[in-house]
Nanobody, 117 residues
Framework: QVQLVESGGGLVQAGGSLSLSCAASGGTVSTMGWYRQPPGKQRELVATIGSGGYTHYADSVKGRFTISRDNAKTTVYLQMSSLKPEDTAVYYC?????????????WGQGTQVTVSS
């Protein structure tokens, strides 16, 4: 069973930076990414990175956030800069595993990011 354990997050002033990390264990994960859920809103995509390094970002974070992955492809990072109050959300790590023609989705427990104005 794949487990995703997040770390990082916290409180930062607008314009500041924060880093998140997420370590996968228990199996090979292909695409990894970050989603977020702002207060009172639905969960939304932030960024993803494939096993080959291809990245995809939500328009709202392009140029401010950077997703990366370690060489072992077991840990994904999200470097967030120029943070805005609207970036306040619970951030969730996501992992996708393909096995015998099936795709399985895994989620971390979530970590709070709060950006004060």
């Amino acid at each position: 069973q794949v487990q995703l354990v997040e770390s990082g997050g916290g409180l930062v002033q607008a314009g500041g930076s924060l880093s998140l990390s997420c370590a996968a264990s228990g199996g090979t994960v292909s695409t990894m990414g970050w989603y977020r859920q702002p207060p009172g809103k639905q969960r939304e995509l932030v960024a993803t990175i494939g096993s080959g390094g291809y990245t995809h970002y939500a328009d709202s974070v392009k140029g401010r956030f950077t997703i990366s992955r370690d060489n072992a492809k077991t840990t994904v990072y999200l470097q967030m800069s120029s943070l805005k109050p609207e970036d306040t959300a619970v951030y969730y790590c996501h992992g996708e595993r393909r096995l015998f023609g099936n795709t399985y989705h895994y989620w971390g427990q979530g970590t709070q990011v709060t950006v004060s104005s």
